[in-house]
């Protein structure tokens, strides 16, 4: 549940796992009616709170490992979660150690998007 909860999250940013092969890719617009992302919420100062670019991973010690860990938790969650009879991405490979980063990366992230919008 966590790695879905993840994948929500990061999706919730303005930010995927897409392509062949996957890199971290914003989200430009907002596909399915009743979407909601942090750009439908407001500030104190009433303005829309910013998407989170791919280069918010830039701010980690190691940027790499972070987007991997990212591309690995949303595909795990797509993949061997929601859909178990497609793994071609993961290619049967264990993810655990992708999964800790992301539970360790995306929080820090959540807080930074977040702080002092609300004062």
Not at 2 to 29: D, N, T
Not at 42 to 67: A, C, R, W, Y
Request: aromatic share 8%; net charge negative; with cysteine.
């Amino acid at each position: 549940m966590a790695a879905i909860y993840s994948r929500l999250l990061v999706e919730f940013l303005c930010l995927r796992a897409g392509g062949m092969p996957s890199q971290l890719q914003a989200i430009a617009k907002r596909t399915r009616r009743g979407d909601i992302g942090i750009e439908n919420f407001l500030g104190s100062d009433g303005s829309p709170l910013e998407k989170v670019l791919p280069s918010i991973i830039d701010d980690f010690p190691d940027p790499q490992q972070v987007e991997r860990a990212w591309i690995m938790t949303c595909e795990f969650a797509g993949q061997r979660v929601a859909h178990i009879t497609d793994d071609f991405k993961l290619n049967g490979g264990d993810v655990t150690p992708m999964l800790v980063r992301t539970f360790e990366t995306v929080p820090r992230v959540l807080d930074h998007a977040f702080s002092n919008k609300f004062d």
